[in-house]
């Protein structure tokens, strides 16, 4: 099983390339993750904002694949514990499906990307800057991981 996180942003900072590192090389090579940069759609002085979105849309559609089970990550979706988490990532390893999480840009995730996930999650009720949310994210995957293998660093 592969998880991909495709998210609006390029060029982080060094503490988010670290932070996520760190997390993906603790996680077993039969669950590699990967992170996938989305350019963000033009913004500036006057710009369309709905035209920016609908950008960084096309372009995360391209990347989607078929056979991916897509979660999109939005405010509005559904909170889960990291034992839910954890008993989501066991069920899709047992499915054998590969996962895409979903992150939008500063105005949220295009509308069209949303429609094809399977499953909306909210990280939390707070705004998270968008680098956060991929160390996070990384994080989050490993100790669910962690639950699934009975390994202490959920303590």
Do not use: C
Not at 30 to 49: C, T
Not at 103 to 108: E, S
């Amino acid at each position: 099983m592969r998880i991909r996180l495709l998210a609006v942003g390029s060029r982080m900072p060094a503490w988010v390339e670290a932070g996520v590192d760190e997390y993906r090389k603790r996680l077993p090579r039969e669950m590699p993750l990967e992170v996938v940069e989305i350019p963000p759609g033009a913004r500036g002085k006057n710009a369309d904002i709905a035209r920016a979105v609908r950008a960084e849309g096309d372009r995360m559609l391209e990347k989607l694949k078929d056979q991916e089970r897509i979660v999109a990550l939005e405010v509005k979706g559904q909170p889960w514990t990291t034992e839910q988490l954890a008993e989501r990532l066991g069920a899709w390893r047992l499915e054998g499906q590969d996962v895409a999480l979903v992150v939008g840009g500063p105005d949220g995730l295009d509308p069209r990307v949303a429609a094809r996930a399977q499953v909306s999650w909210s990280l939390s009720a707070l705004t998270l800057p968008h680098p956060l949310v991929r160390v996070v994210l990384a994080e989050q995957f490993y100790r669910a991981w962690t639950l699934l293998a009975g390994h202490p660093y959920h303590r």
